[in-house]
């Protein structure tokens, strides 16, 4: 009770030294003065309070405003699904993921816009949050139609809300995912076409191997845990100068690769020849992140051409040098 009585207490008295502070509202002895004296009071602290109102009144606007752009404009679309499934409310963002009006989206249902083969495990799983405490919260993927008619990969997070004498309501949170779909299925297969047939070589921007695929160990004889982290000098075969590697390194400079043939050193010292070629990897600001080696041993193509070259100049049977004139 001392506690309700603190504020208007303080209040008062705060009144009261306002209105002391002008002479000409200073009370006297007269009955009429002290009436009007205690209505001046009065009159300065529902001013007071009023004021307090007011302030309290924009705070509550700030907070509300400040919650509606949060809600309106996050980055995810936040919507709430009421009985019968129906979208009770949905934000903009909502809305543009969608790609329809907020009017024809409320009161209407959300798998309007799943995609056909998505439809039966949607209403199961809207069937068991709908129904079940213990599915009170759900994270799954689905695909979904816009208002266009294009498709999107959408991420669900959903969490059940009871509501006293009335039927639970779903809120729900969806993310676009389509791009994240879409670099995984490049990395599948990229990762098929790293493992081909011909040996592979990644590096990072400082010439530093980060990975190697199989061909490159059948290759060079080296498995990927002893060239990880190491520089690919490990394969020079020592037959090309300074001159050669400064023109090499130059094309990648001007050019964003190299390709022509080279000697390299297998594991166990064999040298042979290989086709190479370099590919410069770079970012969206133009700086290279990763060099990018694809080899192919052509030591069965040089030995081929090496006995077409013999052949034309010495005799098959002899292997003593042809005659100019091709007589015997």
């Given at each position: 009770?001392?506690?309700?009585?603190?504020?208007?207490?303080?209040?008062?008295?705060?009144?009261?030294?306002?209105?002391?502070?002008?002479?000409?509202?200073?009370?006297?002895?007269?009955?009429?003065?002290?009436?009007?004296?205690?209505?001046?009071?009065?009159?300065?602290?529902?001013?007071?309070?009023?004021?307090?109102?007011?302030?309290?009144?924009?705070?509550?606007?700030?907070?509300?405003?400040?919650?509606?752009?949060?809600?309106?404009?996050?980055?995810?679309?936040?919507?709430?699904l009421c009985k019968n499934a129906l979208i009770s409310?949905i934000n903009l963002t909502g809305c543009a993921l969608?790609?329809?009006?907020?009017?024809?989206?409320?009161?209407?249902?959300?798998?309007?816009?799943?995609?056909?083969?998505?439809?039966?495990?949607?209403?199961?799983?809207?069937?068991?949050?709908?129904?079940?405490?213990?599915?009170?919260?759900?994270?799954?993927?689905?695909?979904?139609?816009?208002?266009?008619?294009t498709a999107m990969h959408v991420h669900f997070n959903?969490?059940?809300?009871?509501?006293?004498?009335?039927?639970?309501?779903?809120?729900?949170?969806?993310?676009?995912?389509?791009?994240?779909?879409?670099?995984?299925?490049?990395?599948?297969?990229?990762?098929?076409?790293?493992?081909?047939?011909?040996?592979?070589?990644?590096?990072?921007?400082?010439?530093?191997?980060?990975?190697?695929?199989?061909?490159?160990?059948?290759?060079?004889?080296?498995?990927?845990?002893?060239?990880?982290?190491?520089?690919?000098?490990?394969?020079?075969?020592?037959?090309?100068?300074?001159?050669?590697?400064?023109?090499?390194?130059?094309?990648?400079?001007?050019?964003?690769?190299?390709?022509?043939?080279?000697?390299?050193?297998?594991?166990?010292?064999?040298?042979?020849?290989?086709?190479?070629?370099?590919?410069?990897?770079?970012?969206?600001?133009?700086?290279?992140?990763?060099?990018?080696?694809?080899?192919?041993?052509?030591?069965?193509?040089?030995?081929?051409?090496?006995?077409?070259?013999?052949?034309?100049?010495?005799?098959?049977?002899?292997?003593?040098?042809?005659?100019?004139?091709?007589?015997?």
């Amino acid at each position: 009770m001392n506690r309700k009585r603190d504020k208007p207490d303080s209040l008062r008295t705060e009144a009261e030294a306002r209105l002391a502070q002008s002479p000409s509202t200073k009370p006297s002895k007269l009955s009429p003065e002290k009436v009007l004296h205690e209505l001046r009071v009065h009159q300065i602290e529902l001013e007071m309070q009023n004021e307090t109102l007011r302030h309290s009144q924009l705070a509550l606007e700030e907070s509300r405003d400040r919650y509606a752009d949060l809600f309106e404009f996050a980055p995810a679309c936040y919507l709430t699904l009421c009985k019968n499934a129906l979208i009770s409310e949905i934000n903009l963002t909502g809305c543009a993921l969608l790609g329809v009006e907020r009017a024809k989206l409320l009161n209407r249902r959300l798998s309007k816009y799943i995609a056909p083969h998505d439809m039966d495990r949607w209403h199961r799983l809207l069937t068991h949050m709908m129904t079940r405490a213990d599915f009170d919260k759900q994270a799954f993927d689905l695909e979904m139609i816009r208002g266009d008619g294009t498709a999107m990969h959408v991420h669900f997070n959903c969490m059940r809300r009871e509501i006293v004498d009335a039927q639970p309501v779903l809120r729900i949170a969806l993310t676009d995912i389509s791009e994240l779909k879409l670099a995984e299925a490049k990395l599948r297969i990229a990762a098929i076409v790293f493992e081909s047939q011909e040996g592979m070589v990644v590096t990072d921007a400082n010439s530093l191997i980060v990975n190697v695929n199989r061909s490159f160990t059948r290759i060079t004889g080296y498995p990927a845990e002893e060239v990880i982290g190491r520089n690919p000098k490990l394969l020079s075969s020592g037959r090309h100068d300074a001159a050669f590697y400064t023109a090499l390194w130059g094309s990648i400079a001007r050019l964003g690769y190299w390709e022509g043939e080279i000697w390299n050193k297998r594991k166990n010292g064999e040298i042979y020849p290989e086709h190479l070629i370099i590919t410069a990897v770079k970012d969206q600001y133009g700086k290279v992140t990763n060099y990018v080696g694809t080899l192919t041993d052509i030591t069965m193509s040089r030995n081929a051409a090496d006995e077409i070259q013999h052949l034309a100049f010495y005799d098959p049977l002899t292997r003593l040098p042809a005659s100019p004139t091709g007589d015997s």
